[in-house]
């Protein structure tokens, strides 16, 4: 298991908002999505290795929204103000005056906010699998039905804290016993299912469409093509209203970052934040080389003759 950073706690209102800083370089502010725990987090080791790349180029400074993990319980739904609030709270807590932030999901529509209501302080943003609505609507149909998140919340409090989602989220790991296991305990400690329905209960709110042209900062859009969990249009909308936006549209079907292919998230959020594209992994082997030296060759060319000479160091 990786070794896991200190948690401190950022004052933001009356509550008491949990947060960690590692890493070295400027400043990545990671918000996270539906749910999270800082110290669970790093048990699972797909998970583990995603932010220590993060962390190989910027301090990662990561929280957990008020009423999950290590926060403080929450005893309605968190508004998207208030989760501003939580968000610059934190950044002010790290001694973050300025930063990159990283949106995962619903911690984008945080993201997104937080950069058109506070500019200055963020240098660029990248939103994975996020949205600026939900919903379906008249002028955005390629949103989620009333009836759909109805039926998603009705599953989710059936099997909270059993590993629920979990085959939609990661795919490719439905039958991995140990990623269930962990993935029901982080269920059962970074929410409460009567939490899990307040957070629920923010969704249908969710429509920030007018401050994406406010945007200043340059932004990256990151969304795998067949996401099971968030329609890839959702993305597109996105990138399409923020100015000069960059949509990079990924392989693979993995709602949840850390699965899948990571390192090619990694690789796109690296190349934009620092400009360079990390250099691919080189597969190395041991190999050992003879060399022989023939005695007198010269000699037994001239008395073999060419294709009897070859023959002879082919069968050598």
Known sequence: MASVPDVHY???????????????????VVAPGFISHLEVAWDEPSLAHFYSRLASFRRVIGFDKRGTGLSDPATHAPTLEECV????????????????????????????????????????????????RL?????????????????????????????????????????????????????????????????????????????????????????????????SNLGRYLAEHIPDAKLVELDGNAHLFFIGDADALLDEVEEFLTGVRPAPLVERLLATVLFTDVVGSTDRVADLGDRRWRELLGAH
């Open 10 to 28: 950022a004052k933001s209102g009356d509550l008491s908002i949990a947060y960690m800083a590692f890493g070295e370089g400027p400043d990545l």
């Open 85 to 132: 609030d939580d968000l610059r709270a934190v950044m002010n807590a790290a001694e973050s005056e300025r930063a990159d932030i990283f949106g995962v999901s619903e911690g984008g529509t945080m993201a997104t906010l937080f950069a058109a209501s506070h500019p200055a302080r963020v240098n660029a943003l990248v939103l994975y699998v996020s949205c600026a």
């Open 135 to 231: 919903l379906e609507g008249p002028d955005y149909p390629f949103g989620v039905t009333a009836q759909a998140l109805s039926k998603l919340v009705e599953i989710s409090d059936r099997g909270w804290g059993e590993g629920v989602g979990l085959s939609t989220g990661a795919p490719s790991r439905r039958d991995d016993v140990q990623l269930r296991n962990w993935w029901a305990r982080l269920q059962r400690l970074a929410a409460s299912p009567g939490m899990v329905r307040n957070i629920f209960a923010l969704y249908p709110q969710i429509d920030i469409r007018d401050a994406l042209p406010t945007i200043q900062a340059p932004t990256l859009v990151l969304h795998r093509r067949n996401d099971r969990m968030v329609n």
